[in-house]
């Protein structure tokens, strides 16, 4: 079903590249990317880990590995060339920022006089400069802002404006990507002494990765709310070393092919425009720590944190801890409800209730069924919220939690009267009598690790240390006293040793 999936989507794509009419696009930003962007029909607004999408779409860089810095130059058939420089930091999960630089020089002309006499000649070129910032509000969503100025010098003549441009990417699954940008959202005028109007474009485009060798990009571009341009562009990667490319820009094409080795990137494109065919090389090299790698880690330092709060009753500290973590990676199923669970004890301020607790080893035993019953572990938090009541305080908020989780009063007031009945026999020494109503209690309740603990210790001062020891290892994951077990278990392993 997944391949006939990915053989339509294929299909749909390409007949639109040839059913649809484009207008092509002379702007030479648009041309300004690296010779990847090219090969790939300038589908910057999707194309993840190429910082010279920037220039389309400032939230790619969101999805940038690493530190990236690319080269890029090539000369058209009328002498003009273009040559862009693009940086992108060292991502830091949450956010990252880039700069551009593009210049682009139109060659010399001649000035001539009112009788047509040359009296010399004079520079034609343009200058684009740009900062963007990318903000990833989830791990599936980002979003982006462009700063830019651009210049175009003719003879002693300029016109200079500031542009802003935003844009945006979410990721619906690892496999797909859908973006959207606008470009010259807002223009400001420095000066005008040329008349060289900047069109807003408005740009969208999904990339879809098959089978992780095979990358499709399909995008529209709309330029002024008049012109309509569709790309569309695919690469094969052959062990993430060489790369092939082909695109259709409207009704002319580019190929291209690229190469990475370890950090270093050399790519080079074949591009038609107009009735000429157009040679790109670009340079690029990544380095420092990559954002995945930076991700796993902050991800468990996060979840340790998370859990760290749970087993102290820092409740919403806890929430903030997996709000974070949300950020980074979507949650599952279970860990959603664990939020839920968490905004329920945060709306009945169970972390203030808390601290007003006097007994440490009560509000062991609280904190501890509470972090159980946010994991979903009813059995394990119902047995120790009982041991929080049983330990000689009857708080009503206990109950009603007791009550969500199933509890039974007959069965608790039972359990109630065994415990007590064992805490005296195991201070009046009748260790036999204490082992054996506790095997009863347990063929009634084996999850009641509450007597198995004390069968641990009975055990223990009769001097059957393996039998403590195994009762014991039982005992600890559920008990507020694991300390305290695994001290006598340190203990045990000693005597072992002798």
């Excluded at 000035?111 to 684009?128: H, I, M, P, Q």
């Excluded at 175009?152 to 690892?174: L, T």
């Excluded at 006097?358 to 501890?368: D, E, N």
């Amino acid at each position: 079903m997944d391949i006939i999936l990915k053989l339509v989507l294929s299909v749909l794509i390409i007949i639109c590249g040839y059913g649809l009419s484009s207008v092509y696009s002379d702007d030479y930003l648009n041309w300004a990317g690296t010779a990847r962007m090219s090969g790939l029909g300038n589908n910057g607004v999707v194309v993840d880990n190429d910082i010279s999408s920037i220039l389309i779409n400032p939230a790619v860089l969101c999805f940038i590995d690493q530190t990236s810095l690319e080269i890029s130059s090539f000369r058209l058939k009328d002498f003009s060339s273009i040559t862009s420089v693009m940086y992108g930091a060292e991502p830091n999960i949450f956010s990252n920022w880039g700069i551009s630089l593009v210049r682009l020089e139109s060659g010399s002309y001649d000035r001539r006089d009112r009788f047509n006499v040359k009296s010399g000649t004079f520079e034609v070129g343009d200058l684009a400069l740009s900062g963007s910032y990318a903000y990833r509000f989830a791990r599936d969503i980002s979003v982006g802002l462009s700063l830019g100025y651009l210049s175009k010098q003719v003879d002693n003549c300029q016109d200079s404006v500031v542009s802003i441009g935003a844009g945006a990417i979410w990721q619906i699954f690892p496999a797909l990507n859908l973006g959207a940008s606008i470009r010259n959202a807002y223009v400001m005028d420095l000066n005008t002494s040329i008349h060289n109007p900047y069109p807003q474009r408005i740009a969208i485009g999904s990339s879809y990765r098959m089978m992780d060798d095979f990358l499709l990009i399909a995008g529209l571009e709309w330029v002024d709310y008049q012109t309509l341009i569709l790309n569309v562009g695919g690469e094969y990667s052959l062990g993430d070393i060489l790369f092939f490319r082909s695109s259709f820009v409207g009704s002319q094409l580019g190929v291209g092919v690229g190469i990475t080795f370890g950090g270093l990137k050399i790519d080079y494109a074949l591009i038609q425009r107009d009735l000429d065919f157009v040679h790109k090389l670009s340079f690029g090299f990544d380095w420092g720590q990559t954002r995945n790698s930076k991700s796993n880690r902050l991800s468990n330092q996060l979840l340790s944190q998370y859990y760290d709060h749970l087993d102290g009753g820092r409740y919403q500290e806890a929430q903030l801890e997996i709000h974070k973590y949300s950020q980074l990676n979507r949650l599952t199923l279970e860990e959603s409800k664990q939020v839920e669970r968490i905004k329920e004890l945060n709306r009945d301020d169970v972390s203030g209730w808390l601290k007003k607790i006097a007994s440490p080893r009560q509000k062991r035993y609280v904190t501890k069924g509470f972090s159980k019953y946010i994991q979903g572990k009813t059995i394990e938090s119902k047995i120790l919220l009982k041991y929080a009541v049983l330990d000689g305080s009857n708080i009503a908020k206990l109950w009603i939690y007791l009550e969500k989780l199933g509890a039974n009063r007959m069965d608790d007031d039972i359990i109630t009267q065994r415990l007590k009945e064992i805490d005296g026999l195991f201070y009046e020494l009748q260790d036999k009598e204490v082992i054996r109503i506790c095997e009863e209690v347990l063929k009634f309740d084996s999850n009641l690790t509450i007597f198995t603990e004390r069968m641990g210790s009975s055990y223990y001062r009769m001097g059957n240390y393996k039998k403590a020891k195994d009762l014991w290892l039982r005992a600890i994951p559920y008990s507020p006293n694991a300390e305290d077990l695994r001290w006598g278990i340190d203990q045990i392993d000693r005597l072992d040793q002798q």
